[in-house]
């Protein structure tokens, strides 16, 4: 069963596109499959450049590797996103994205302006090349269920708002009773947001029962999970406004939990 409120404040696709655009540009974890040549990397690092390409650093030593610079390969690219609580394994979200990978000459990739930390920093061992990926389609898993993305719609999405582990410890210095308020906040109606609800999780821990977990913080709002012996429902609990920046997002989650605290 899905619940629901009619709150016009929660824009459901500016949320897909936000999500969607943080996982394009280096969160979650990425692989690379190219299909058509029976070959798949369980790990690829991945982001957005400064032109707005999405870029992969990758060491291949078969048939993706042999491919020569410049001749298109069809890829899927697959990126799965662990929610940022280390007590428990969560997956947030995923996406996937079918496009064409093509590989770019060493003096190509000097041409390419502001790449990402972590692929270039890839790029710079034996063996790895940097490849730019033309997209085709994008679809987004989350606690909405599949949403295919549109990709005009990628570059308007919110920017995020500082280390996403940062944005965990606002909401973790709170205690369970408050997080369970905002979860009933939104659950009632007074705190706009949207409510899951999903079949109990199994075989739960006995110190995982009843408690809530931070799934996710971004610049729109906060994600939780409250796992009960009967369902388990999964939460987001949006902001006033977006927040713009790291000092922003702090006063955005205090506001949320005391507004959710008055609702109690």
């Known amino acids: 069963m899905t619940m629901s409120f009619e709150m016009p404040t929660v824009d459901l696709p500016q949320r897909a596109n936000a999500l969607a655009h943080r996982l394009l540009g280096g969160a979650g974890a990425a692989s690379l499959d190219a299909y058509r040549l029976g070959e798949c990397l369980s790990f690829v690092a991945h ?47 995923s996406l996937h994205l079918l496009g064409s990978l093509t590989w770019v000459t060493e003096v190509e990739a000097g041409w390419i302006d502001g790449l990402p930390p972590l692929v270039s920093a890839m790029t710079a061992l034996p063996g790895v090349r940097l490849g730019v990926i033309d997209i085709e389609r994008v679809v987004l898993h989350d606690m909405s269920g599949a949403t295919p993305i549109e990709l005009d719609q990628l570059s308007c999405a919110p920017a995020a708002v500082g280390d996403e582990y940062a944005g965990f410890e606002l909401v973790s210095r709170h205690d369970q009773a408050t997080l369970k308020d905002l979860c009933w906040s ?79």
């Open 47 to 93: 982001g957005v450049a400064g032109d707005g390409s999405l870029v992969v650093a990758a060491r291949s030593d078969g048939a993706l590797g042999a491919v020569e610079p410049d001749v298109a390969v069809d890829v899927r690219l697959d990126i799965v996103k662990q929610a940022p609580d280390p007590s428990v394994p969560i997956v947030a979200a």
């Open 186 to 264: 939104v659950m009632v109606g007074a705190t706009p947001g949207i409510v899951v609800s999903k079949a109990a999780l199994p075989n739960v821990c006995p110190h995982n029962a009843d408690k809530v977990f931070c799934v996710d913080v971004d610049a729109l709002g906060v994600t939780l999970m409250l796992v009960g012996s009967s369902e388990t429902l999964v939460v987001f609990a949006a902001f006033g406004a977006p927040a713009e920046s790291a000092e922003g997002l702090r006063g955005c989650v205090s506001d949320l939990m005391y507004s959710a605290a008055l609702a109690a």
